[in-house]
Nanobody
Framework: QVQLMESGGGLVQPGGSLRLSCAAS????????MSWYRQAPGKQRELVAT???????SYADPVKGRFIISRDNAKRTLYLQVNSLKSEDKAVYFC????????WGQGTQVAVSS
């Protein structure tokens, strides 16, 4: 059974940082490309960052230069370092494999407010 458990979100001031984590089970983590997505209130879920099985990384334009995706295959965990946070980064952040599993985790909330 696939389980994706995101954590690490919180409330930060503009310019702040967080490290998001995603613990994965029930999938062949090391042989799957993985991604972070986010969904802001009233908006569709969007792709934020992707990391391949050989650590090639790609980012959506709004987060380039500020977010860093990484993975630890031994721990079956995906990370997203989010830096220089802006109000428009406020969203629930999710992880999933590529292609995405049908079952999504609950996500972790990132809020940015002064």
């Amino acid at each position: 059974q696939v389980q994706l458990m995101e954590s690490g979100g919180g409330l930060v001031q503009p310019g702040g940082s967080l490290r998001l984590s995603c613990a994965a089970s029930g999938i062949m983590f090391s042989i799957n490309a993985m991604s972070w997505y986010r969904q802001a209130p009233g908006k569709q879920r969007e792709l934020v960052a992707t990391i391949s099985t050989n650590n090639i990384k790609s980012y959506a334009d709004p987060v380039k230069g500020r977010f860093i995706i990484s993975r630890d295959n031994a721990k079956r965990t995906l990370y997203l370092q989010v830096n220089s946070l802006k109000s428009e980064d406020k969203a629930v952040y999710f992880c999933n494999s590529i292609p995405p599993e049908d079952k999504w985790g609950q996500g972790t909330q990132v809020a940015v407010s002064s």
